[in-house]
């Protein structure tokens, strides 16, 4: 069964300081992993899938994240946060196409000013 | 054009009445989730409706909560016997075949049981 760990439940980063939340995944098959993002107030939307394509991915927002399969990790990252980046961020994982995907427990990023 | 809507956007009831809970997903796609959205516990899955195929219920909590999807469009969520523990926000999402990873999710439904 795939899973995903998602460490720290809340990060605190200073405008313009990089941005990293940290994902580790398990899963018995090559896994699709992706970052979904919830805005204050908003639905969730995808910020990046990553789909056994490049290992880095890039999404909106200037949001990035590397597959590092020796390390089953998939961390989202940025150079710089912005004060709008301030939302709930979820990592997620799935087998294949026709699988469900799984969602982690997520990471509330603050933005200090 | 339209995005995934839920109804109601808001339910308070009482333990031990049961509740339906309504997803329109976006015309044409295909996948059909539920979540359940609870403080510190992330995105829970519960069932999953891809077209024609059974539905992926290995999420469901018990068998109080079902779920159904009539005609590949609207699906109903329903929980019998509510419990305090349900009190959550259930989220519904969708998504087309040829990209199934994209899901459009709608605002939810904040369900209270008191």
């Known amino acids: 069964a795939q899973s995903v760990t998602q460490l720290g439940s809340h990060v605190s980063v200073s405008e313009g300081a990089l941005v990293l939340l940290r994902c580790n995944y398990s899963?018995?098959?090559?896994?699709?992993l992706f970052w979904y993002v919830q805005y204050p107030n908003q639905g969730l939307q995808l910020l990046l899938k990553?789909?056994?394509?490049?290992?880095l991915v890039k999404g909106i927002n200037g949001f990035e994240a590397e597959f590092k399969k020796s390390e089953t990790s998939f961390h989202l990252t940025k150079p710089s946060a912005h004060m709008s980046d301030a939302a709930e961020y979820f990592c997620?994982?799935?087998?294949?196409?026709?699988?469900?995907?799984?969602f982690g427990k997520g990471t509330r990023l603050h933005i200090l000013p | 054009g339209a995005g995934v809507s839920q109804s109601p956007s808001n339910k308070v009831t009482e333990k031990g009445k049961d509740v339906e809970l309504r997803c329109d997903p976006i015309?044409?796609?295909?996948?059909l989730y539920w979540y359940r959205q609870s403080l510190g516990q992330g995105l829970e899955f519960l069932i999953y409706?891809?077209?024609?195929?059974?539905?992926?219920k290995s999420g469901l909590p018990s068998d109080r909560f079902s779920a159904e999807r009539t005609g590949g469009s609207v699906s109903t969520l329903t929980i019998q016997r509510t419990q305090q523990e349900d009190s959550a926000v259930y989220l519904c999402?969708?998504?087309?075949?040829?990209?199934?990873?994209?899901?459009?999710f709608g605002p939810g439904t904040r369900l209270t049981v008191t």
């Open positions: 997620a994982v799935s087998s294949n196409r026709d699988d469900k995907i799984i």
């Open positions: 990553y789909t056994s394509a490049a290992t």
């Open positions: 899963s018995s098959v090559p896994p699709y």
């Open positions: 999402a969708s998504s087309r075949y040829s990209d199934p990873y994209e899901q459009y």
């Open positions: 015309s044409g796609h295909t996948a």
């Open positions: 409706f891809q077209g024609n195929s059974a539905p992926d």
